[in-house]
Structure formats: structure tokens, C-alpha cells
């Protein structure tokens, strides 16, 4: 058992006169960009969420979400190139500027968005913890919105299954199946891993974040960035076990593409770059619970 690709353009729709294709990819950004805008100037206008006084002023957002964008598309860009094709863009400098050929790493946007936030709270002189509150509570929206467009692309798709909700995806690398016993009429049904990471970066840990802001954790500031980044971590973590390695690093003795080999397994690039993530997030979830409440 296994379910077709649907037959979803990776065009959401083309520009008339110009001919000009807009991605479902790009529409994803715009969606989360805005729906995380116009939440954190909700935010901001709710003084009692924060213990009486909101970290900045709400007509700052919009400056704020500049510095976002660019932290966004550069990190993203550069810690791809930088985590996971180093070879190919040092063989091809140009290459970097092409994002339009695809190549964005989620760790290398949020370290983007974490300098972007800093140099805004520095310039500021706003609370960087309780900034990056604000951005961890609306994060959430972008990763549901991104996954699903992974979803759609296709791309990051999972390693081979025959449990019954695996998905044909309609590319010649995802059909190959080298020997899978799974097999469906000779193709390869495959996790659906990006929908896995939707439903839980996007969908639980949106909840879960969201619950703890109702519930006053807001007024103790990086407790809510800490459980963020912890629970971020654990969910990509997770979804690693069942996600196809990045086949760059794929070497003889390592066919699956393991960024770090551990016998016959290993640890793909998102977990260990997820480590990290981890442990700088409990550290904040342990500072914000043993600190004053505002």
C-alpha cells in the first residue's frame, strides 16, 4: 500500500503579461514572514502578556521585520552552503547567489535571524530575551508553512517505508529504491517526513508555545526561546530517524549519507546541528524558571 504524489504544481500561480511563475516555496516565506509580523505587533500591544510593559514599541515591528528577512534569506543561504555542499559552491562561487535553483538550511536561517535580532535589541535597547520570545512564539507559523512546501516541491523526503500512508513522490532520485523490499510496482513509497516535521515544529510546538505565553511564562524572559529551541531540536531530531540523509555526504561504507558515521548507523547533519539547539534551549527553559518573574 502507498500513496500517489498529488498533482500539486510547484507553481502557485504565474504573473499574466509577465509569464512570471510564484512558487508555493516563495508564498510559504511571504505567508510566514507576515503571519509572524502582524502576531508580534498583537503581542506587543498586550502589555499585561509580558508583567506590564511590552519588550519595544509596536510600530517598531516592521523595522523589526526587516532586519528578519535579511537574517532569514542570508543565514539560510550560507549555513546550506556552508553545513551541507561546502565542495560544490567552493567549485562554483557563483552558485551561492542562485537561490533560485534551491539550497536553504533552516540552522543557518536561525543563526541569520538570531545576529539580525541582536543588532536590533542592541541599536534598540530592547530586552533580547524577551525579543526573542516574541520570534519564538511566531517561528512555529514559517516552519508549518515551509514544511508544507517541501511537501510540494518535492524535497527532504523520507527514507523508504511500506507502512500504508508512505508517498510515491514523483522524482527519479526518490523512486529508486536499491533493493527496498517495500516496493510498490517497482517504485520506492517513501516517509513523509516533511509533513511530520509540519505537524510537529509547526503544529505541537506552536501549541505548546502558545499555551505556555497564555499561562504567563512570557514575564519570565528566554523561557519561552528556551523551550522553543529545545523542543525544535527534538522534533528535528526525531524526524531525522526517518528523513533521507543528504546524499552529499554519501561516501563508500556510508551509502546512506551519514554526516557523522557510527558503526552502521550514524547521525545525519540536522541531528547534529540540533545538539546544539538542544542544549543552549534548556539552559534558557532552566534560567527563565529559576529567575524573577515580571
Given at each position: ?21 510564484i512558487r ?26 509580558w ?32 553545513f ?21 538550511a ?93 505537524g ?36 528535528r ?58
Amino acid at each position: 500500500m502507498a500513496i500517489p504524489f498529488p498533482e500539486i504544481s510547484p507553481d502557485a500561480f504565474v504573473i499574466p503579461g509577465l509569464g512570471l511563475p510564484i512558487r508555493w516555496y516563495a508564498l510559504a516565506y511571504i505567508a510566514g514572514l507576515l503571519a509572524g509580523w502582524r502576531l508580534v505587533v498583537a503581542l506587543m500591544r498586550r502589555p499585561k502578556l509580558w508583567g506590564g510593559t511590552a519588550p519595544m514599541p509596536a510600530e517598531r515591528v516592521e523595522d523589526l521585520l526587516t532586519a528578519v528577512i535579511l537574517g532569514v534569506i542570508l543565514g539560510g543561504r550560507l549555513g546550506y552552503v556552508l553545513f551541507y555542499d561546502p565542495a560544490t559552491y567552493l567549485a562554483d562561487p557563483l552558485a551561492v547567489i542562485r537561490v533560485w535553483e534551491g539550497g536553504m538550511a533552516f540552522h543557518g536561517g536561525f543563526l541569520g535571524v538570531v545576529v539580525a535580532g541582536l543588532w536590533f535589541c542592541w541599536r534598540g535597547r530592547y530586552p533580547a530575551l524577551s525579543v526573542g520570545d516574541a520570534f519564538a512564539l511566531v517561528a512555529p507559523i514559517g516552519l508549518f508553512f515551509g514544511r508544507i512546501a517541501n511537501f510540494i516541491k518535492p524535497e527532504l523526503w523520507g527514507r523508504p517505508t511500506d507502512l500504508p500512508w508512505g508517498v510515491i513522490f514523483p522524482t527519479e532520485a526518490a523512486q529508486i529504491c536499491h533493493g527496498w523490499a517495500g516496493q510498490v510496482d517497482g517504485l520506492c513509497a517513501r516517509h513523509p517526513s516533511q509533513l511530520y516535521e509540519a505537524g510537529l515544529e509547526g503544529g505541537v510546538l506552536g501549541l505548546i508555545l502558545w499555551t505556555l505565553a497564555a499561562r504567563g511564562a512570557l514575564r519570565r524572559p528566554g523561557l519561552v526561546m528556551g523551550v522553543f529551541l529545545a523542543g525544535y531540536g527534538v522534533a528535528r531530531a526525531l524526524v531525522e530517524l526517518v528523513r533521507q540523509p543528504d546524499l552529499q555526504f554519501a561516501a563508500p561504507g556510508n551509502p546512506l549519507g551519514y554526516a557523522l558515521q557510527l558503526g552502521e548507523a550514524g547521525l545525519t547533519m540536522g541531528q547534529i546541528l540540533s545538539i546544539p539547539m538542544i542544549l543552549v534551549g534548556l539552559f534558557f527553559v532552566l534560567r527563565g524558571l529559576s529567575g524573577r518573574r515580571a
